[in-house]
């Protein structure tokens, strides 16, 4: 399951991904990115950061995350570009995570996969907006 919320006036997005990880979960986030920035709540040139907390499950495989970046490069290029930092902790996770990095980079996204928060809003140049939930 994904949960993805709006910070720092439409620059910032930050999601946790949390209990089945699916692969539908992924799409649909891309969507609604694309969404937030058609009606104006996520601005030109944003950053996210996704964290990952209490997985129960992984159901993704590499032909998602292939399918994934197909759909980031095509449709949601449309977005522009924006930097990601992934805080992760669930080996299946970092696994995925890390060949997402990979295709992620060959189209000119930067990608960066961290252990902790504070690194991961570090390297977006922002602090944690709401440190009472995100929190790992």
Not at 90 to 96: G, V
Request: hydrophobic share 40%; proline share 3%.
């Amino acid at each position: 399951m994904f949960e993805s919320k709006i910070y720092n006036d439409g620059t910032l997005i930050v999601g946790k991904m949390s209990g089945i990880i699916e692969p539908q979960s992924f799409i649909n986030g891309i969507f609604w990115q694309i969404d937030s920035r058609n009606v104006g709540e996520v601005q030109k040139g944003f950053s996210q950061l996704y964290y990952d907390s209490d997985v129960e499950s992984v159901i993704v495989r590499e032909e998602d995350i292939k399918r994934i970046a197909e759909i980031n490069t095509g449709i949601g290029a449309n977005i522009g570009r924006f930097r990601t930092a992934l805080v992760l902790s669930h080996p299946e996770i970092i696994r995925l995570a890390k060949f997402h990095q990979i295709l992620a980079k060959k189209h000119g996204y930067e990608v960066e996969i961290f252990e902790n928060l504070e690194d991961g809003f570090a390297w977006l140049s922002c602090g944690n907006p709401d440190p009472g939930t995100i929190k790992l």
